[in-house]
């Protein structure tokens, strides 16, 4: 059974940071695309940043310079680290993996969710 573990959200003031973690297991396919997507109240859920298994990277325009994500293929892990945030990146932050099983099959996954709030 898939389990993605997130780890690292929290208050923080207008201006902070904070590190956000999923570990990703359970799963004996290999890991193609992570991610994280937020989910603000009474908004869709929208894209924050993809990194492929190769390194590539996305971000949502609104992020980029201020987010970096990463992963740590032997770990299974992906990370997003969050500068310069602002109120308006409160959110519910959810951890997104895409497995592979085949070049046609793969199999989509998200974590439970961890809150960010930036308040002062």
């Known amino acids: 059974q898939v389990q993605l573990a997130e780890s690292g959200g929290g208050l923080v003031q207008p201006g902070g940071s904070l590190r956000l973690s999923c570990a990703a297991s359970g799963s004996s396919f290999s890991i193609d695309a992570m991610g994280w997507y937020r989910q603000a109240p009474g908004k869709e859920r929208e894209l924050v940043a993809l990194?492929?298994?190769?390194?590539?990277?996305n971000y949502a325009d609104s992020m980029k310079g201020r987010f970096t994500i990463s992963r740590d293929n032997a770990k299974n892990t992906v990370y997003l680290q969050m500068n310069s945030l602002k109120p308006e990146d409160t959110a519910v932050y959810y951890c997104?993996?895409?497995?592979?099983?085949?070049?046609?099959?793969?199999?989509?996954?998200w974590g439970q969710g961890t809150q960010v709030t930036v308040s002062s």
């Open positions: 990194i492929s298994s190769g390194g590539s990277t």
């Open positions: 997104y993996v895409k497995y592979r099983r085949t070049i046609y099959a793969t199999y989509d996954y």
